[in-house]
């Protein structure tokens, strides 16, 4: 390990634990002060750029020993970070485009604090008073960049999402009783009517408004593969992603079309009597997948490794729980705390995936656990640049590998309709392949990308529309589960020729997992020294093409 690049990292990760902005996602969740509120003023895009020029310039002065491969993958994970930067700030520019960005930094901050399991640490009520009065002010800030800005399809989403905030605001703190201190609650309930009538005329704005603003773009081709190259250093063309989730769709389709009608006679799996039953089913099972993970030879099970379970939706976390992803998959300040996914209480209409983990929680298992074993193993590796790196790619791409693993393994022998489950998550994650890199290049306008998941999904179109919209806005996510698991699948593959009879399934698993945000074209110039792909990437280096 490099102690320069070390030290550069410490750096950047002190500077984005105040300057970078909140992600509804999970994955990349940064550790931050309980009264940390972000800033998305002009004024501080300029702070951003300027501190992102000086880490440019400092990295760009390191003298990396060529022969070092580690440092020089390091180096690279940091370039990558710098990139991801300048690509949000002055590519995507949600931070003025996008209302459902806004909302989520304006309102995020207070469902990011409330996720751990009470009793919550020390400041975070503190730091509830704090973002509760700063919420009418910061929906002016909001405001004031989307009329300079603002793209119609977001403000119609996000006006969607925030119907009824004004009772849900209050909702939310009302669901705090028992949880928080008298006198917080107290402070709470004194500043909810406020907070909550700024975020209703917010989104009852935003729908009058929506009209007005500009439309959805595309970032287009040659941006978008500056975005594969520089940021997620990828090696793939957008149409080779695109024709591998096709052959993958089609696929999916057909194994879950043959499992459905070999298991025809076989009735469908209940849902959960009570939410009470399902918290006790998915703790039982948890600790039997890893007991399978480990007989199996697929992953080792250290005795550090915490559990992942489940809880019932808090009173608290209900009202706002559009924010984001609820769980709580723990940091690495915190691998001595279990992980928690929250659910809500089983009933036939459930949402898809909800539906799914109610008649059997392996189904979230292997997927959301997948999610905090390999972050919390990736935590306490040694290496603070890789500690701190997160990259969708591989992060969904290790869960959503995990899930054909572990079918194919035999976890679901006795589960015939958890198999076809697993297989229509595979169909789902194709298409979004399809949809987000054909959105990104230009190949699909708008509304061909609605008709598309209208059509083959099939999916609402109203649905359709938020989905696609989201899209435009951030690039690069949706396809990133499966993008990922084929780059994985391909490192396996490799590995298996390359190795022969030494090969090791659990050991190739257990260094990606413990190294497991690196980017598949780093880990195969580690694991295989293969550098292909890495030389691919660093040919493509250079600045942001110009918007065409």
């Given at each position: 390990m490099s102690t320069p690049l070390i030290d550069l990292s410490n750096d950047i990760e002190r500077w984005a634990q105040v300057a970078a902005f909140r992600s509804s996602d999970d994955i990349p969740r940064l550790r931050r002060d309980p009264e940390w509120l972000p800033d998305?003023?002009?004024?501080?895009?300029?702070?951003?750029?300027?501190?992102?020029?000086?880490?440019?310039?400092?990295?760009?002065?390191l003298e990396i020993d060529e022969t070092d491969v580690a440092s020089?993958?390091?180096r690279r994970l940091l370039t990558s970070v710098l990139n991801r930067v300048e690509w949000d700030l002055d590519v995507l520019r949600n931070w003025e485009r996008d209302a459902v960005f806004l909302v989520g930094q304006i309102l995020g901050p207070w469902f990011d604090i409330l996720l751990p399991v009470p009793p919550f640490a020390d400041g975070v009520e503190r730091g509830l008073v704090v973002i509760a009065a700063s919420i009418p002010e910061r929906v002016d800030a909001a405001r004031a960049n989307l009329e300079r800005a603002g793209v119609a399809d977001l403000a119609r989403v996000a006006a969607l999402e925030l119907e009824n905030m004004r009772e849900r605001f209050v909702a939310s703190v009302e669901g705090l009783a028992g949880v928080v201190s008298d006198g917080t609650l107290e402070e709470l309930r004194a500043l909810a009517p406020a907070a909550g009538a700024a975020l209703d005329d917010f989104g009852l704005w935003l729908a009058s408004a929506?009209?007005?603003?500009?439309?959805?773009?595309?970032?287009?081709?040659?941006?978008?593969?500056?975005?594969?190259?520089?940021v997620a250093l990828i090696a793939e063309e957008p149409e080779e992603l695109v024709r591998a989730a096709l052959q993958d769709y089609r696929r999916a389709?057909?194994?879950e079309v043959v499992t459905k009608n070999r298991f025809r006679d076989v009735p469908t799996d209940p849902i959960a009597s009570t939410i009470e039953a399902q918290v006790e089913r998915q703790a039982q099972q948890e600790a039997e997948v890893r007991a399978f993970s480990e007989s199996e030879g697929l992953l080792s099970q250290p005795v550090t490794l915490r559990r992942y379970h489940v809880a019932a939706t808090p009173a608290y976390l209900d009202p706002v729980r559009f924010l984001g992803v609820t769980d709580d998959l723990t940091d690495e300040d915190r691998l001595g705390t279990d992980s928690v996914s929250y659910m809500p209480d089983p009933r036939p209409?459930?949402?898809?995936?909800?539906?799914?983990?109610?008649?059997?929680?392996?189904?979230?298992?292997?997927?959301?656990?997948?999610?905090y074993k390999q972050l919390a193993l990736s935590w306490a590796n040694p290496d603070p640049v890789r500690r701190r790196?997160?990259?969708?790619?591989?992060?969904e791409g290790i869960a959503f590998y995990n899930e054909e693993l572990m079918l194919l393994a035999g976890l679901f022998d006795d589960a015939p309709h958890s198999?076809?489950?697993?297989?229509?998550?595979?169909?789902?994650?194709?298409?979004?392949v399809v949809v987000d890199v054909s959105l990104a290049t230009g190949a699909f306008s708008l509304e061909e990308a609605v008709d598309f998941f209208v059509r083959l999904v099939p999916m609402d179109v109203e649905t359709a529309r938020e989905e696609c919209a989201m899209y435009l806005a951030t690039p690069g996510l949706a396809m990133s589960y499966h993008v990922g698991k084929q780059q994985f699948l391909r490192l396996v593959t490799d590995a298996v020729v390359a190795r022969g009879a030494d090969f090791s399934l659990r050991e190739l698993h257990d260094r990606v997992w413990t190294?497991?945000?690196?980017?598949?074209?780093?880990?195969?110039?580690e694991i295989l020294g293969d550098r292909a792909d890495v030389d691919l990437v660093d040919a493509a280096s250079g600045p942001i093409p110009a918007a065409r």
């Open positions: 998305f003023t002009p004024a501080s895009i300029d702070e951003r750029r300027e501190a992102l020029a000086g880490f440019r310039e400092r990295l760009a002065g020089q993958v390091d929506a009209d007005g603003f500009a439309p959805s773009v595309p970032v287009g081709r040659e941006r978008f593969v500056w975005f594969l190259r520089n389709v057909l194994a209409d459930l949402p898809y995936f909800y539906a799914a983990n109610a008649r059997d929680p392996r189904l979230g298992i292997i997927h959301e656990g997948a999610h790196y997160v990259d969708s790619v591989a992060n198999q076809e489950v697993v297989h229509n998550f595979n169909r789902l994650r194709s298409l979004r190294n497991g945000n690196l980017p598949f074209s780093l880990h195969r110039w």
